[in-house]
């Protein structure tokens, strides 16, 4: 029996405890939920790390031909199988065809001769950022000609920045959250500094109340409301790199809106984790990463949005040859024909091998698709998060285990696959221990151990398992 989509994760795992008939932590639960699982087969698309491999593993705990339990893929994804192959042709194109000059690369207007690298195969050189734009719009809800593929992250930031940041004496703020990702803090900071302005005036950051992890969205909504009209920018995080809290970006959006302000996000802990619907939502301009939820490794091809509504008013401030328009990018004449919208925002040539990377795994999101992965993500993590609270939630008063707080939402709408969890005891030792035993996940500081189990490559019994090696290393801490 399928679970239904109003269904809530632990209503599911109770569900399949009775059909089978046991404790719904029991290890048959899990098995059951990766049968019923329709996007398993996803897994097999993706190269596992395996326990020998890993550098702090102790062989005397694991057996080392296992697959590791790899919940890093908020940090980095893992390496898609095709990109090698991708990467491959790419290459042997290069090897052999980019010397032949007589190639012709033919354009709207003209004919231009070049190398065949820029016209032939499935990722032309000269368009090869656009060549798989289609397989992002979906992943962000966006119309092609306002998605660009270029860059890193905070070059993306800094360049929507210096077009949609226009201080003015009454309008000069942008609005944060307090601990934002340090790339994105000195951005802000520095772009705030580049106009002259105080940055302890002019950036203006929202903090938890006390006591508290994560923001409330009436007070991100109260202070828009309240300072809206000295803000020229709201900027925040999808998803909060730290608490894994996500925001409510169309909430934040119309509020932004409703003031004057023009509202961004940095995605890069929301894309391909989240459903996302940038167009529909309204929002003004946003960028991502695609090394962690996306798959495309380490400095992989970023990615910027720019609503088509600000495609004939904002324009870059800084400009590069590929912002022109490419029916006469070659005509070398010196005089500049601005693409319009974020197309316009491109300054050089993409780097093929960096589109080869993302382009293998933008393919799987293709057949998954986001919806389909959203569904499995909600119902993965709540399986974490009940078998968490079951065994380490402060209730066994008997036992006296140490305490895991989850300070990520508990409400599926305000949270991504990521779990940050805090300890009643120091969470180096746990940290450790963990790596030990083959568990792949990161600390963050002051005191998180962020635990991210992605559904395309993650599976209910990696839950299972990671919840039984987590138990032993607590028992036997407390037994230390």
């Known amino acids: 029996m399928e679970p239904s989509p109003l269904e809530l994760p632990v209503d599911a795992v109770r569900r399949i405890a009775t059909e089978l008939n046991c404790d719904p932590t029991d290890e048959r639960v899990a098995l059951r939920l990766d049968e019923e699982d329709k996007l398993k087969r996803f897994k097999d698309c993706f190269y596992i790390p395996k326990m020998r491999d890993l550098p702090s593993i102790d062989l005397s705990l694991v057996n080392e031909d296992d697959n590791a339990i790899y919940f890093l893929g908020n940090s980095l994804g893992l ?35 070049g190398a065949y690298g820029h016209e032939v195969g499935k990722r032309p050189w000269i368009i090869g950022d656009e060549s798989i734009v289609s397989l992002m719009k979906d992943i962000v809800g966006a119309h092609e000609k306002e998605i660009a593929l270029m860059n890193a992250l905070t070059v993306n930031l800094h360049l929507l920045l210096l077009s949609f940041f226009k201080p003015t004496p009454k309008r000069h703020k942008i609005l944060l959250e307090a601990k934002a990702f340090p790339s994105d803090h000195y951005a802000i900071e520095s772009q705030i500094q580049l106009h002259g302005l105080d940055v302890e005036k002019s950036m203006r950051m929202i903090k938890p109340r006390e006591g508290e992890e994560t923001l409330r969205m009436e007070d991100i909504l109260e202070v828009i409301e309240k300072e809206g009209d000295s803000i020229a920018v709201v900027l925040f995080s999808g998803l909060h790199f730290y608490t894994g809290q996500l925001f409510n970006i169309p909430a934040i959006t119309q509020a932004g809106h409703a003031k004057g302000c023009f509202v961004g996000f940095d995605l890069a802990h929301a894309v391909g984790n989240v459903e996302l619907h940038l167009h529909d939502w309204d929002v003004d301009f946003a960028c991502w990463c695609s090394y962690k939820y996306l798959n495309s490794g380490a400095g992989g091809l970023a990615g910027a949005f720019i609503h088509e509504k600000h495609a004939h008013t904002i ?74 609270k079951h065994y380490h939630g402060g209730n066994d008063t008997e036992n006296k285990r140490p305490v895991v707080n989850i300070i990520t939402p508990s409400r599926a709408e305000e949270r991504g696959c990521q779990l940050t969890l805090t300890f009643s005891i120091s969470k180096k030792g746990v940290f450790k221990e963990l790596e030990k035993r083959g568990v792949v996940c990161d600390k963050r500081e002051p005191e998180g151990i962020r635990v991210a189990p992605v559904p395309l490559y993650n599976s209910f019994h990696d839950v299972y398992k990671f919840i039984r090696l987590l138990t032993a290393i607590l028992d036997s801490t407390e037994r230390n």
């Not at 095709?82 to 042709?89: H, P, Q, S």
């Not at 490419?326 to 589109?355: A, C, E, H, W, Y």
Request: aromatic share 8%; glycine share 4%.
């Open 315 to 388: 324009k870059p401030a800084l400009v590069g040859w590929f912002g022109h328009e490419l029916s006469t990018r070659f005509n070398m004449d010196n005089k500049l024909q601005l693409i319009p919208g974020v197309n316009g925002f491109r300054i050089s040539n993409p780097p093929i091998l960096l589109v080869c990377s993302l382009h293998a795994s933008l393919e799987i999101f293709q057949q998954a698709t986001m919806t389909a992965l959203r569904r499995k993500s909600i119902l993965l993590t709540g399986y974490l998060e009940y078998l968490l």
């Open 79 to 113: 390496q898609p199988k095709m990109v090698k192959t991708y990467l491959e042709e790419e290459l042997d194109k290069w090897a052999k065809i980019c010397l032949l000059h007589t190639a012709h690369l033919r354009t709207a207007t003209r004919t231009l001769r």
